[in-house]
């Protein structure tokens, strides 16, 4: 795990979907998620050495996690396999052609049983950029522990941390969150967020620029704010940037936000400014909505110019 | 049978679905169908205890008949199987993306055999309302005269009758469908049409709001007249009532106007106003328009809000 | 139509098949179904000019059995839609591993409503054989007239006639059929029965011999007794041969007899003597079990010998 | 839940099947699982009133195990919905066309919830059978509480009690299945096991004729024993009758038990005589095997002839 | 091949589709695909008398070729089996919604070798149309001299010659494009081209205008552009007509501007005017690009008015 | 690459199956394919270290390649894409459920442009196992020299060599096959061979003595003979051992020698002695032949027991 470029943590899921409500049958397809296995995926794809930190249950459904990583070319050697307890599930319902609904069984799960002496060695293998989500903190005590070791020790070492506030409401309420997140971005460098959830990072009820002033005060030396179909806006010490959406024909918005935050990552290793890491942060937004399952759509680097170029359509060559 | 809310009286077929053009081959998928057998279930999946009656064959695709009406909950209780007629079918093609063609194989079917016999126990046990609609007069001579008695019977009963015009012309002519449903919109306290359907119950050739003034005149209570995209107007003695259409991605039309009747009914059976029924009766036609298959997208009560409510997209929880 | 070898005269069905219970619903898929047309099938892939001759529906359903059949090679110019009439349907439901059911929607089909007139041309054209079998003539009035009528007319102008017995218990009672297929039998030059369809075309009870017997004196040249995994008799005024079945592993016997006498008539039209015609014979019904399908495992002419040879397993090339 | 001929208490599980190795992903089909919601499935199709009582999970899970429940005609009117606990899992694993893997997710899981004030309704309605099996009291405290309370208390009110060993190591040693069961075996009419798990409701290590007379001597009137290709014994003070498997192809043998067990239930209330309700057991277990599903398969009344008779293949009418 | 409307050349290719990344994996579907091929399916399609001439493998993909062209009634008999080459193949990735990928599989293939003596007899018979793209003279040395043969052969013979440009730069350069399509273009009655197609048939970098006339100078009766979703233009020595795009939900561009031709081609056939001939023409295409495949969803002659008039939604008779 | 236990050199290919006739039409799956790649996953899966080395296309089936093998944890670092050539193609049909037919399409592949530069980094990072098959020295010169170097340069290393036959007659003759092979056998320490492959690798028409007789005398320490069913014969200077199959139900004979390979050699890596070899090698062998795809079924360490113990059926824990 030596010259790595980021380093994620968390817990991948096994998530099952339907194509049509769920109560009714019908088969369902197996695909990894997590978010922050996501944001791997989306780095490695763009041929950054990715690798992602956590726990796996012992069974094939652990195995499947692990083959997938693996297919992706993410670093999977740090990855505990946990004798006692099952993988993580989710159900992802195609309720309407609008409207998806996601139904967790992550209870007790393997991932949730992260630990900090399961983060020793992989950050101690001196990773260039450390990225974790506001989910992990929320799965227990431990991996709430686990997260908040991690963040300190990269800070202390000099390892930027990326934070994803990303708030579950099934996880803990909006005051737990503030209570745990809001510490954690104080070691990070780069904080992303909707903007219904800067104030998990702040005070309470406080507004977009409010909220990132704080962060700023509070070290964070970036802010991203993912604002879907609007774009997404940058705040930092300079001021603050806008860029808009890639306009592309939506089928599946899960996941778009990890493609967003692993377009950021990977604009900042390739030495971008941050207008053009904002570039590919919607980017690599525009690639996971417009195609099926959390990150399948994710672009290589040979095909980032797929749809960032104006001409869509069937190429025949 | 008893404390019933709603009975339907109709045929209920099997629908064979392709995703594609039938002459081509490809798979197909089963379904149940009917229009009246779609208002119950929309009934049933909003908590109102409803029933269905009709005969459907005695053999395995009567029995995938009446599987598929017990699953939701419908009551099947006075349902008669027909040992000597098949069941009858129909075949939904999809033609192109906006194009589907429905080809009916329901000639001698049980369903079709329906008769005044049938209905005499289940109109007896008095339920709140009794729903039909301008097909199955079509079928027979003996469903039009159980159709007949059953209208007339419920008026005399004191049970209130929906009836909606649904003129197949694959059944009967214009003309023909006009001898026999204007006379039994004169049992009717609702009457559901589509524009160019209203004349079917009133003068040839009436327009809307002429027509409407001749069913009110004859005693029906409200007339609702079905816009699609442009929604529903109500008209009753003290005027005419607007709503639009709730905006969803549209998948597949069919059904719609069976859920917008079971949306209007609900509301009636609820207790609502003339406007908050219509807001359901489009919030059900949404639905239903929303999801594949017509009626398997239609909400139980809890999820009445998943589409009125502005916000669209996944919900993560 | 010219230089035909075979001409067949029947009823195309669209088969609807399950892979499983059809009460419990699940997909269906759409096949090319009838005896007669899985014989001129049998024989196209072999290579021999067949056509076939019926009506189907005017609509998508009848458009799927004319890209089938001329998807093989099967001369349709013969063919009339009728567009009055619905296809006749089938389901084909795989009840358990060992048990499939078939239940027919084909009455008042446009295939039933085969007439005279609609064999007039097609016979006039000369073809060197005639096949047709005992469900044509139990498919309506008309349909009788023009088997009875075809046979006659056939054997008047020097054409051989195949006639397979093909009771269905569905269609008409034994001794109905006895009436209307013994009278054929005696215009047939070559016909095929199970065991148990003997009779049918001879003395009420009779035993094989005295059917047999019955037959020959009557002028029929040869008799075909299937006898499914014991392979085949063939009886004539030499005596009777015996062909064991070709060993596979079976997964569909459906068409099983369709084939076996598919591949009698190629070798009689190849000039095979006897026993080679019964072991191309046995060949072919081998061929139709190992593959799923009434007709899509049939063989061409290169792929005789992938079955009848005794090394079975991928062959690597 | 008046005239119930059959209570079963226990877990309904949504069942995830892989038709290959789950490691390697790949589409998954849902299936209601659940020994006891198998034998209620088992009754209702052959036309007994059968019901049954458990907790699901308030979601969409929920929903579809009452959806697969009430298709089949059993009565759900007792089940309650827990709006705490998720639905129990298990995935189906065909890891080689010979060995079938499981692997559940049912810890915490509504249906393990179970506790007394659940079953008091339905009890004291009056069924005229009770049926459980030793997964129940294995899932936790309070449902080991309620299936002891039930068994007794159906005991005491003079309706007979079917207990299914049903052993599963996954969930407690034999040991702790011993000293539950045991006891419990001492309420039961009739207990049903395999060969080996006969010593949990006995001595340890109890061969079968020690172990059956000790049921015999402790008050059960029948010991079943399940013997899978060989069929099944039935001991009785009268002596031991056997009887044989009905041969056929086997394609998925989960369920079989279950199937058996509702055979020689509805033998019972049939009133048949011992051997016949044997015969009638292993004719279920012969449908369920093969068929696939656990019990998608299992007959009606009119379908019980399908394969206890000699003749296989498929039936043309 | 007598009194043949159109004769078309070219390769056909087995189409792989997916419906995802293919890097991903996953099914994949087999479809007959030609520029050619579909064209003349389009005629056959129809009612009109339409060949195909090219070669084809001796193998299993050959066969799926014929079977495919055989269903759609287009003659085949000029086509050769080549025992040596395979089938050319192509891969269709369905990379995101709006961007699918083209990768081919076709040198060396069977098509590639067409030759100038695999068209004499078929010329020789006679055709009313001959049609060819500029994909076949870039498939080999032997297919240029065959396309050019073919071209010049028909032109003397009086037979209308019509040209689709059909630039493929996986093939060829457009300078090496330019050298042969514009001699070719000289012998072509009608020229179909998209707008940045119209300089490889004229000087290099010509505008519409200068190119059109370069075209009709040199004796080119009509020129065809199409703008996609703004409809056609055609010019002719009387000036430019231009018709706009039918509107239709498009899922499926492939095989548009093939459709398009068969369109056009159909009204010259008819005796259409030429805007009509327009007209007829961008239906073919909407009815393309409303479905799935490349000719899949091209229209019957009864068919035609389903998607001109203005009325779409599901069609319930 | 370093620490690597087995270094495998060939080709791996897409392989495109279909489950029934291919002219028909229909899905297919696609599957990474290719003997030696086939081994590796079968030893990586068993947790040694094992590498793959060939080259690859530069599009998105060599992607797809790519990622099949690091999902089974097979190192690919030394795999080279290549930008000019595509991905070898297999066609793999189910003509009946016996016989299935391989078809190639990898003539100018990129896997057959293996040359002796892309082989030296691998091999001189000391492997303790060398595996190739006769496939790779018929793909191209370049391969065949790469092959011949790769195999001389081990054996001059002291790194063990095996050698499986594998002869494939669509590639060569067996004359060209023996004058390569026989001198590769030279430096090889294990020959691989089916009874029938024996002569190519001594001299002609060699029966299986004398051909392992002049294996043992040219060097080669091991020679195994597979018998399929039969199971398999290992000799050495010791004399010859013989051990029979596992009983297994068989649905696809795929890879089932490659398994056998894996398994030898994995026997090998952990010390076994040659019989507990042999049982390893004949285990793998059935979990191929048990389950679909060439390598999907292969087991992991803790999967060994699932098919060598005698009890067969679902597993419930």
């Not at 990583?69 to 195609?94: I, Q």
């Not at 510490?183 to 904080?191: I, K």
């Not at 959830?197 to 964070?220: C, K, M, Y």
Request: net charge negative.
């Amino acid at each position: 795990m030596s010259d790595l470029d980021l380093l994620t943590v968390g817990e991948a899921l096994v998530s099952l979907r339907s194509s049509g409500p769920l109560a009714v049958g019908g088969p369902l397809t197996m695909h990894l998620a997590g978010a922050e296995s996501n944001v791997a995926i989306g780095l490695a794809r763009l041929g950054h050495r990715a690798a992602w930190v956590g726990r796996v249950s012992d069974d094939e459904l652990g195995e499947f996690v692990l083959r997938q990583l693996r297919a992706e070319g993410v670093d999977t050697a740090g990855v505990r396999r946990d004798p006692d307890r099952p993988s993580g599930l989710m159900f992802l319902e195609r309720r309407t052609a609008d409207v998806s609904r996601v139904r967790y069984h992550r209870a007790g799960s393997a991932g949730s049983a992260l630990c900090v002496d399961d983060l020793r060695a992989p950050l101690a293998a001196g990773p260039r950029l450390l990225h974790l989500t506001g989910i992990t903190p929320a799965l227990s005590d431990s991996a709430r522990d686990a997260a908040t070791w991690a963040v300190r020790t990269a800070a202390e070492s000099g390892i930027p941390v990326c934070l994803d506030v990303n708030y579950r409401s099934g996880l803990w309420s909006r005051e737990q969150a503030r209570s745990t997140l809001a510490p954690l971005a104080g070691y990070a460098s780069v904080v992303v967020a909707s903007a219904d959830e800067l104030d998990l990072v702040a005070e309470p009820d406080a507004d977009e620029n409010a909220a990132v002033a704080d962060l700023l005060r509070g070290g964070v030396r970036t802010v991203l704010v993912k604002l879907g179909a609007d774009g997404a806006r940058a705040h930092t010490a300079d001021g603050v940037r806008h860029v808009p959406a890639v306009p592309v024909t939506a089928v599946d918005t899960v996941g778009a936000g990890d493609a967003f935050t692993a377009g950021y990552l990977s604009g900042h290793l390739d030495g971008l400014d941050l207008v053009d890491r904002l570039r590919r942060a919607v980017a690599l937004g525009a690639f996971a909505v417009a195609g099926h399952g959390d990150w399948e759509g994710l672009p290589r680097r040979d095909e980032l110019s797929l749809i960032t170029g104006s001409a869509a359509g069937t190429t025949l060559r």
